[in-house]
């Protein structure tokens, strides 16, 4: 347990267990005006999601051997939903929602990203070259997606370096902080000197317990009286101030709320659906808040699809799609189009061979979604990989592909539209620099 995790279980524990110590709250805030804003949306994928099936080869040879190779997972041709903008490709059956998005240029993929210390190859790879540590491990895999370092012992992620950095020049009078998670905490999201807030999906205003009335107004005022004890030991005093700016950040955040008109978008319920819309809300208020700049983390699982995967995937993906289109459609309600970019991330992708249960394992390389009126979408960026077990992009010989393009590349295009300066690069991604492109071309 890392200090930040302890300090946030003590904190629970010291109110009973009320759930407010943490800074929740529904916004639900008049769109207005905000001077050169921007904010980053990942949606993290955990489990490691399927990008073989996800996007496939759609052209006669291209499905052929695909096809061939998946086997049982192989998705049936005349199920799958070519892309006029991209016609040799097309998407999973599930997700019609975003076809319209890549055609009309709003969403771009990017193919075969992976954690990467340095540009592999597969002789490369074979023959013992720098490598992430503790490939195929979800734990370890999900940590260096989200701190873009060596390995996942980097306490910091690049969402929260990018706070340390833009923070002071952004938002220096910002009333929350400049990073917001839906889905609890990660490492994603910790700076070594910015934290950021935690907000609960659908929860108005701030503190909550499982009593009702006096019992939990009694029960919240004690906790919050605690907080002006000094105790003399430092963890403790660093968990009172954690807590006091948890309470802090829920009255800000409702009285956000007050007397604003709800948003006419209609997402889907539940899930990422729910975690979008609170997103959304959150950007509805961003001049109350005082940002110009914000970053946001959404998280949905369970893709780790060691059997029945394809009925497990369809499922995860319907909700997915809607989610994502419901977004960039609230976006458009908002004006903010042009100042909001998604993305997704995930541990990584699976095994192009099938295993005996009707699944597929661990893999590495992964294709991913950036959506946005800023992106330059309509295309395929990266390198696709050549569908082969023991090919040139395999890491053995089950199709388990290795990256041609580094998340930290990935992380890097989209940093830089965000504010990060050529000199801070080096400070957000530590590994850059051994790679020689450092923006890939999809955002404008």
Known sequence: MNRRSFVRCASL????????????????????????????????????????????????????????????LALPQNQLLQMGALPDYALHPSLSDLVPLVNSGAMALVANVGTLVAP????????????????????????????????????????GRISDALSPVYNPGATIPLITSVAGDTLFCNGASTSPV???????????????????????????????????????????????????????????????????????????GAQLKQVAQIIQARSAFGVKRQIFFCGIGNFDTHAGQLAIQATLLSGIGPAIAAFYQAT????????????????????????????????????????????????????????????????????????????VQYASTLAQWFGVSQAQLATVFPTLSAFSTQKLGFMG
Not at 233 to 240: F, N, P, T
């Open 198 to 272: 935690a907000v609960s999906p659908g929860n108005v205003g701030g503190a909550s317990c499982s009593e009702s009335g006096a019992v939990c107004t009694t029960r919240s005022n004690a906790a919050q009286a605690m907080l002006t004890f000094n105790s003399g030991v430092s963890l403790v005093q660093a968990d009172d101030d954690i807590t006091s700016n948890a309470y802090k950040y829920a009255k800000v955040l409702s009285d956000a709320t007050q007397s604003l008109p709800a948003l006419q978008t209609v997402f889907p319920a539940g899930g990422l």
């Open 13 to 72: 524990a010291a109110a009973g267990n009320i759930a407010g110590l943490r800074p929740f709250g529904m916004l639900n805030a008049m769109a207005q005006g905000t001077t050169d804003y921007k904010a980053l949306v990942c949606i993290f994928l955990y489990g490691g999601n399927d990008a073989n099936n996800m996007l496939v080869p759609f052209d006669t040879q291209g499905y052929a051997k695909y096809s061939s190779l998946r086997g049982p």
């Open 332 to 407: 458009q309600e908002l004006g903010v189009t042009n100042n909001v970019t998604s993305f997704t991330m995930s541990d990584f992708s699976r095994t192009l061979q099938p295993n005996s249960n009707s699944g597929s394992d661990h893999g590495w390389g992964s294709h991913h979604f950036v959506l946005g009126g800023s992106v330059h979408g309509g295309a395929l960026y990266g390198t696709y990989p050549t569908l082969a077990f023991g090919g040139p992009d395999d890491s053995g010989s089950n199709g388990r592909w290795i990256p041609s393009t580094a998340s």
């Open 120 to 159: 592999l190859t597969r002789a490369t790879y074979l023959s013992n070259g720098s490598k992430p540590s503790n490939l195929f491990s979800h734990p370890d895999q999900q940590q260096e997606w989200q701190n873009a370092a060596v390995s996942g012992a980097t306490p910091t992620g690049w969402a």
